[in-house]
């Protein structure tokens, strides 16, 4: 038979109560359009021989302080994808260069992607989809 020590049962204790009370904890939904900057590229090889091919950079842009039933919270949540879009795009061509890559074609699908989502949310909230 194993003796538990006063410290190891606390700890013991703590863990269970603590994972107990995470289930009754209800998040609040997070308002985020993703934004996917990827390319197809063989960049590696898994153990077994299989080529990786895909890279993608996710980020997430906040519209939790826009009101989407109005033009103006429209044009900034466009906005913020397109210069997130920029940014990604711009971070995967220093990290992973592919000669004949095209920046603007990765921005288009990133923004094209993202905008997608966000038409879908933008309707939830009572305002006119964007085009």
Known sequence: ???????????????GSCAMAGGMVRAEPVEVVTVQAAR?????????GVPVREITISSSVSYA???LA???GIKELE????????SSCKEMDVKFP????????????AVDGAMSEASKIIAAK???VPK
């Open 98 to 109: 592919v000669e004949g890559y095209g920046e603007a074609d990765c921005i288009k699908h």
């Open 1 to 15: 038979m194993r003796k538990i020590r006063f410290g190891q049962a606390f700890a013991v204790l703590v863990v």
């Open 70 to 72: 109005t033009p103006k």
């Open 126 to 128: 009572g305002g006119p």
């Open 65 to 67: 302080d826009l009101d």
């Open 40 to 48: 197809s590229q063989k960049v590696a090889q898994t153990h077994y």
């Open 79 to 86: 906005k913020r994808i397109r210069e997130t879009a920029t």
